[in-house]
């Protein structure tokens, strides 16, 4: 198969004498190469523009190679791969599969690319490097060593340690794209998340990654003043989320290839004046604060907190309807059987969210029989979501007695804490019983704020619902 001639069009490069190319059947150009060896003839491969490929490098298979890409060496580049802009490629490096390779790039030694991973940006990839399996490496990221990058992992820069970091390009503090204010409240679970972003260079200017654990132990909360704000018992800081975390800290203000970022949850002990949050660090000796303007930033940046007390709820903030008008589901497992549902939550009313519970669950706590009638009364689990488009499903066995058991399978259809109520036509006519156990429970909002809630049977066997601080 000749589809391709070369030409007597030379040069050099690098002391190696290069001739260009040109197709067969259309006689347009195409790239540059050392011998025939370089470009396989079998297949659809073809260079293009002002591609090099010399020394022992081959391109095969169906690869093809644009603009101004170096390929020598040992390297071989097959399959279904597509190389462009200024990558180079050298040393005993194998592309393979279908792999795309762009921007300034650079893969040497032994590495090797396949199963269709990306290299791009101005990624460097050396020694016994592997990238597979849909990744991307791109950026300032160096990979190298034995490093296996794969399995649809992106990587974007070079991992790097505080003390590799030269200079901040960029230093922030925020909480997320929607607030800059918060408000922090004495109950002794919430915490304001407080992100930390940095844009982070080494000494040859090139940006480097540092873990969150880094950031956290060099980074120190001051006031507007520049001055440490946790020197008394009235503030907290950790990197641990508790579970009750607000607002959220997922939506960031910001989001760059070349961040690092931390988040510091902060939670206030007492009830004390509103104020402001800033961060600072040393590098080299040389401050970085967003409690002044500086070089880095031409604007002040900080959080404004205020400090409120735990929030007392009564019943006027739980959604009644659905404990005095519960969900009634008949003819559930037996004949005449009735399931009782009741769902307690928060009402939503100042943007209260029902967060989370505390419950034992699978509880019976309420029994009664007569004659025939029995009913049993339990809690269930501490699943408190709604799921749209995917019904929960919960299952409770009920033991009536003397002596017979029936599984009770039920979706949970609503938001909130769910306690149920199962009667049943069976037992010996005569009998009277009743047996009663303490229910109580505790439902949180979004912030830990928190209201306690005992649950009992009256005397027609409807459960009620007592609201306490």
């Not at 080494?202 to 950031?215: A, L, P």
């Not at 399931?339 to 029994?367: A, P, Q």
Request: proline share 3%; hydrophobic share 35%; aromatic share 12%.
């Amino acid at each position: 198969m000749k589809k391709y001639k070369i030409t007597n069009e030379k040069k050099e490069y690098n002391g190696v004498t290069l001739y260009r190319i040109r197709r067969v059947y259309t006689d347009s150009p195409g790239g540059w190469i050392e011998n025939e060896s370089n470009l396989s003839r079998e297949d659809n491969c073809f260079i293009f523009d002002n591609v090099m490929v010399f020394g022992n490098a081959k391109v095969t298979g169906n690869a093809i190679i644009r603009n101004n890409v170096k390929i020598h060496g040992n390297a071989i580049i097959k399959g279904n791969s597509k190389v462009k802009d200024n990558a180079e490629i050298y040393g005993n490096v194998l592309v393979e599969d279908n792999v795309t390779i762009s921007d300034n790039a650079v893969i040497y030694d032994n590495a090797v690319i396949k199963d269709n991973a990306k290299v791009s940006g101005l990624a460097i990839v050396r020694g016994d490097a592997i990238i597979e399996k849909n990744s991307w490496v791109t950026g300032y990221a160096t990979i190298e060593g034995s490093t296996i990058v794969s399995e649809d992992e992106f990587i974007d820069s070079q991992p790097g340690s505080w003390d590799d970091i030269d200079s901040l390009r960029a230093f922030y503090i925020y909480i997320n794209k929607y607030d800059e204010i918060a408000t922090a409240y004495v109950n002794g679970r919430h915490q304001v998340p407080i992100t930390i972003y940095i844009e982070a260079l080494d000494k040859n200017g090139r940006i480097i990654k540092i873990s969150k654990e880094d950031i956290y132990r060099n980074v120190h909360i001051v006031n507007e003043k520049n001055l440490p704000i946790i020197n008394n018992n009235n503030i907290s800081l950790s990197d641990k989320d508790n579970g009750f975390v607000f607002p959220s800290s997922k939506e960031v203000i910001m989001n760059s290839p070349d961040a690092s970022t931390c988040v510091i949850y902060l939670s206030v002990n007492k009830v004390i004046d509103t104020f402001n949050v800033c961060a600072q660090t040393h590098i080299k000796g040389k401050e970085y604060t967003t409690a002044f303007k500086n070089n880095y930033s031409d604007y002040l940046n900080f959080i404004t907190l205020d400090v409120a007390p735990k929030k007392i709820f009564t019943e006027a903030d739980v959604d009644i309807n659905p404990l005095v008008n519960p969900k009634i589901e008949k003819n559930v497992e037996t004949s005449g059987d009735v399931l009782t549902k009741y769902y307690l939550r928060f009402n939503g009313n100042n943007k209260t969210v029902t967060k989370s519970v505390e419950c034992e669950e699978n509880k019976s706590f309420h029994y009664f029989q007569k004659g025939n009638y029995q009913i049993i009364s339990t809690s269930t689990d501490n699943h408190i979501k709604e799921i749209p488009l995917a019904p929960y499903y919960y299952t409770k066995e009920f033991h009536f007695k003397p002596d017979t058991l029936i599984p009770v399978t039920s979706e949970k259809n609503e938001s909130g804490l769910c306690f149920w109520s199962y009667s049943v036509e069976y037992g010996k006519a005569f009998t009277s019983s009743r047996e009663d156990k303490e229910m109580n429970c505790i439902i949180y909002d979004q912030y830990g704020n928190d209201l306690k809630v005992s649950i009992k049977a009256d005397e027609n066997n409807k459960l009620k619902f007592y609201f306490g601080s």
